[in-house]
């Protein structure tokens, strides 16, 4: 079964350090897997896509790595801000175009 | 618009009611999603739309839910006889992906929060 998992579920982080969110998923035959944020009551915000052939995106603070082979994703946030707070989900697409997610990071930049 | 809109943003009905739910994807997005997001399950895949194409139905998960997609475009969500279960924010997303290799990402509404009393 095509699974993708989130760990930890909540993290706290003093404002202006650098994290990192994990993301790992179960079949190495993935075709991209793409990071998004959600704020309360909102939709989901995509963040960075990254393809079977790329190892790593990066946009702004924000850098997102693929590793198939160890079946791991990490979303790498630089100098963490207050508004970084929100609900990080991951998810994989494993070819057949529709989305597997994570159960999500739950992020508190603690100012 | 911009981005996806989905309607009502909210909606409270009563067991065993049908509900529609809609969804306006980008203006040129090819392909159209529907998930379901609920306490204890997570985001979960409904339907897929791609142009033309006999719609993904795997992730419907009763014969009660149906969608179509008209011109391409617009897409409607019904429940039948709803359910307390059924209870969710469900939302659609849309992306140009036109099939082949998976490289666009997918482009999400804020989603219809449905509560069944």
């Known amino acids: 079964k095509q699974e993708v998992t989130q760990i930890p579920a909540a993290l706290s982080v003093p404002e202006g350090e650098n994290l990192v969110l994990n993301c790992s998923f179960t079949d190495s035959a993935i075709y991209n897997l793409q990071w998004f944020r959600q704020d309360p009551g909102k939709g989901l915000t995509s963040l960075l896509l990254i393809q079977s052939s790329q190892r790593e995106q990066t946009s702004g603070r924000l850098n997102a790595s693929l590793d198939k082979s160890s079946g791991r994703s990490t979303l790498y946030i630089a100098a963490s801000q207050p508004g970084d707070s929100a609900t990080y989900l991951c998810?994989?697409?494993?070819?057949?175009?529709?989305?597997?997610f994570g159960t999500g990071t739950r992020l508190t930049i603690i100012p | 618009g911009a981005g996806v809109s989905q309607s009502p943003s909210n909606k409270v009905t009563e067991k065993g009611k049908d509900v529609e739910l809609r969804c306006d994807p980008i203006s040129g997005h090819t392909a159209l999603y529907w998930y379901r997001q609920s306490l204890g399950q997570g985001l979960e895949f409904l339907i897929y739309f791609q142009g033309n194409s006999a719609p993904d139905k795997s992730g419907l998960p009763s014969d009660r839910f149906s969608a179509e997609r008209t011109g391409g475009s617009v897409s409607t969500l019904t429940i039948q006889r709803t359910q307390q279960e059924d209870s969710a924010v469900y939302l659609c997303a849309s992306s140009s992906q036109s099939g082949g290799v998976s490289n666009q990402p997918q482009h999400f509404g804020d989603g219809t929060r449905l509560s069944i009393l």
């Open positions: 998810a994989a697409d494993f070819g057949n175009e529709k989305l597997t």
